[in-house]
């Protein structure tokens, strides 16, 4: 099931988008702009925009199958009441590639983000979202006094998360309330009996600056020579890693295809190239019909790919 057939206006394909994305031209009205991370089902997200109309929203939500349920709910709802949800638009990508690669600096109002993860174990910890870079991020995607209110049900989070506040230019203030947001966490909770929960709200004080991410051009290689028995890979280890998971030759079209997985902080790819023989060369290219954020680290495997295959023509 594609988002875009559940809510075709509301819903952006990210990787159409080229680097930032241009928010005033993808709503009907030029107004501010907030954010909320992991929305869920968008119980939250749906009462914030139907309240507030004059307001805009995007909703980033990395869950494929709440993707599609908060995408389906908006259809209804738009349905019975047609522009209700005009001000809103969701991205179904991570959080941190939205904020480092599509959305400008200065330009938020308010972020939300409601029982994240707290990822309990000591072990786990490293995969808790609102670190110190992460909120340095948020702080330079919000404007002066802009609000960062995170909601959790687990007490050690908020202790981790204040700690990790310090110099991110954030005044923190915590307390304990009992919420009524009435999203699938907040209602999991209340079952098993827990009333009180924990507000960290954030304002921005200070400009923390964090440069936007951009889309690198993924160049064609060609080589004179080139022979896939003789075809040999070194992966790269490290922050950056680039895998080899198989290479295909088709001898009769005179086409490899490689590919690889590329995993760099906060992101994943699986990554196809292309090895052809046109006319009297071999070119290498990015195989046609991924959907893929352009990054280094994907330049950094063509090159790679490319060094290769040349070799293999040695």
């Not at 979202?129 to 007490?155: C, Y």
């Not at 936007?212 to 051009?217: A, C, T």
């Amino acid at each position: 099931m594609n988002p875009k057939s559940c809510s075709l206006k509301n819903f952006i394909p990210v990787y159409e988008c080229v680097s930032l994305i241009d928010w005033d031209n993808r709503f009907s009205q030029k107004a501010p702009l907030d954010v909320e991370i992991g929305f869920g089902l968008a119980e939250h997200l749906i009462a914030l925009a139907q309240g507030h109309p004059e307001r805009n929203y995007i909703g980033i939500e990395q869950d494929r199958k709440r993707l599609l349920k908060a995408a389906g709910s908006m259809t209804v709802i738009e349905k019975k009441d047609p522009g209700s949800l005009a001000n809103v638009r969701l991205l179904g990508i991570d959080a941190w590639i939205a904020f480092e690669r599509l959305i400008p600096a200065d330009c938020l109002e308010n972020i939300y983000c409601l029982f994240p993860c707290p990822w309990p174990k000591k072990k786990h910890i490293r995969f808790r979202l609102f670190s110190s870079d992460f909120l340095n991020l948020l702080n330079s995607r919000l404007k002066n006094d802009g609000v960062l209110l995170i909601v959790t049900d687990f007490e050690p989070y908020v202790h981790w998360v204040v700690n990790q506040s310090r110099g991110t230019g954030f005044s923190v203030h915590t307390r304990t309330i009992a919420t009524n947001f009435n999203t699938k966490f907040e209602r999991k909770w209340k079952e098993t009996g827990q009333q009180e929960f924990f507000e960290i709200r954030f304002v921005k004080k200070t400009n923390v600056t964090y440069p936007v991410k951009k889309e690198i051009e993924l160049k064609a290689y060609k080589v004179k020579h080139f022979d896939p028995d003789r075809f040999v890979f070194f992966n790269q280890e490290g922050e950056t890693a680039i895998i080899l998971k198989d290479m295909f030759f088709d001898p009769v079209k005179q086409h490899a295809m490689v590919r690889l997985v590329v995993s760099e902080p906060n992101l994943t790819q699986h990554f196809w190239v292309s090895v052809a023989k046109k006319e009297e060369e071999w070119t290498i290219y990015r195989s046609v019909g991924q959907n893929l954020l352009q990054t280094q680290a994907l330049a950094q495997a063509l090159e790679r790919v490319y060094v290769a295959v040349q070799s293999s023509g040695k």
